[in-house]
């Protein structure tokens, strides 16, 4: 059984024999790829019946840590999208976020990108330029998000709203450019690790709200940074 994620929506399929060497599927269905497939309508789910393999991403199968992001990435998506949920930006942001993380150098702010721009296809784009509680244009002295009203909060509004957390200056400027600017404009960037993990932490909390728990993938990025650090 699979989960495809297409510009139509999430599908689950049956690709019968596909991890059997004499299948004629063998080799060409593979965990995050990027794929052409035929399907035969099935009496419960769809079966593939012919793939071919159009983007492998060889890179990031030998590196755990590209792979692991390549599973949060997918499990994201996975959650917040529905089976008929037709989606074109979103099935995009994925292969496009796929390809960088076969290759940079930035895999935690590859996986930012991605939350932010994924969010923002899916009609949960935190407020980053206009306070998220009255609408006001947000200033350098912002310091507070809120997971509960969907962004950053001004200074007046994060006074009377309990449920907020800090962010430094540099974390709301590292926000606001991933969510302005393309996937491919990480590279340029030079970010402190305390930065890094200021804006993970708030995208994760704010995550966690919007899907009441947290991805499983989450716990395996964590254990793989703590092996790192
Ligand atoms: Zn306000």
Redesign the pocket.
């Known amino acids: 059984m699979l989960t495809l994620i297409t510009p139509q929506g999430k599908r689950r399929v049956v690709a019968k024999g596909a991890r059997k060497t004499t299948s004629r599927l063998a080799g060409h269905i593979e965990l995050f790829t990027h794929a052409t497939m035929l399907l035969a309508v099935g009496r419960n789910l769809d079966i593939v019946t012919q793939s071919v393999i159009l983007h492998s991403f060889d890179n990031l199968r030998g590196d755990l840590n590209r792979i692991g992001a390549a599973y949060y990435a997918a499990e994201l998506i996975d959650r917040l999208i529905e089976e008929e949920d037709e989606n074109r930006p979103a099935f995009e942001l994925l292969i496009t976020t796929l390809a960088v993380l076969d290759t940079t150098r930035n895999i935690d702010l590859a996986l930012r990108s991605y939350e932010l721009r994924l969010l923002g296809y899916l009609g949960y784009r935190p407020q980053l330029y206009h306070?998220a509680?009255?609408q006001?244009v947000l200033t350098e002295e912002t310091n507070r998000f809120s997971p509960v009203a969907g962004g950053a909060?001004?200074p007046?509004?994060a006074a009377t709203e309990r449920t907020t957390m800090p962010m430094t200056l540099s974390a709301f400027k590292l926000l606001r450019f991933l969510q302005a600017q393309p996937a491919e404009a990480i590279e340029r960037l030079h970010i402190s690790p305390e930065t890094r993990d200021d804006v993970e932490k708030l995208l994760r909390v704010y995550i966690r709200r919007i899907l009441e728990r947290d991805l499983k993938s989450v716990a395996f990025l964590e254990e793989l940074s703590n092996t790192r650090t």
């Open positions: 306070c509680g009255c006001e909060l001004c007046r509004c």
